[in-house]
T-cell receptor, first 114, second 113 residues
Framework: GAGVSQSPSNKVTEKGKDVELRCDPI?????LYWYRQSLGQGLEFLIY????????KSGLPSDRFSAERTGGSVSTLTIQRTQQEDSAVYLC????????????FGPGTRLTVL | GESVGLHLPTLSVQEGDNSIINCAYS??????FIWYKQESGKGPQFIID?????DKRQGQRVTVLLNKTVKHLSLQIAATQPGDSAVYFC????????????FGQGTELSVKP
């Protein structure tokens, strides 16, 4: 596709379960970012991948959150032992190069933890 | 109980009028600024950007003004249309921090027909 895609679009889970969220970047984009959008916090940065470099994990809120990017393409954000405060929209954005390039967002995954 | 949400500033305009959305940013080192539009249930959509070596940039029906002295950014939308109704976010990009975006709280624009 032409844009960033994310799956699933909606995910409802029970507290304590693990979830995986997927992001498919725009072809050729080397930079990939995850953000979280929640009612109380607005849009906040989680993690950043640039090529084969070690990711910048400085925005991850706890060690229950992790992400990987396989082959410099698809990325998966994993949340272990989900809590109700994890409920939010998780957004992926990609950019052609790195810092200073325009980031294009996917539609997001709405996560609801019951 | 009901959770307290982020209170967004709102702007209501009549169709055909011009809209001005304002944003203050925090970091003097920021050198790249972007405006995004977010419609309900969708991800943020790029509208227009501006680098710190400029103070004005125009697109189709949109203009962004940058005042680095007071760290202020504005988005002007000409001849606002109902399809412009959305939440608008400004974001600052700090290249020394990997290009991660720092978002403002957003402004909800409502266009009355």
């Amino acid at each position: 596709g032409a844009g960033v895609s994310q799956s699933p679009s909606n995910k409802v889970t029970e507290k304590g379960k693990d979830v995986e969220l997927r992001c498919d970047p725009i072809s050729g984009h080397t930079a990939l970012y995850w953000y979280r959008q929640s009612l109380g916090q607005g849009l906040e940065f989680l993690i950043y991948f640039q090529g084969n470099s070690a990711p910048d994990k400085s925005g991850l809120p706890s060690d229950r959150f992790s992400a990987e990017r396989t082959g410099g393409s698809v990325s998966t954000l994993t949340i272990q032992r989900t809590q109700q405060e994890d409920s939010a929209v998780y957004l992926c954005a990609t950019a052609l190069g790195g810092p200073g390039d325009t980031q294009y967002f996917g539609p997001g995954t709405r996560l609801t933890v019951l | 109980g009901e959770s307290v949400g982020l209170h967004l500033p709102t702007l209501s305009v009549q169709e055909g009028d011009n809209s001005i959305i304002n944003c203050a940013y925090s970091n003097s080192a920021s050198d790249y600024f972007i405006w995004y539009k977010q419609e309900s249930g969708k991800g943020p959509q790029f509208i227009i950007d501006i680098r710190s070596n400029m103070d004005k940039r125009q697109g189709q029906r949109v203009t962004v003004l940058l005042n680095k002295t007071v760290k202020h950014l504005s988005l002007q939308i000409a001849a606002t249309q109902p399809g412009d109704s959305a939440v608008y976010f400004c974001a600052e990009n700090i290249p020394t921090k990997g290009g991660k975006l720092i978002f403002g709280q957003g402004t909800e624009l409502s266009v009355k027909p």
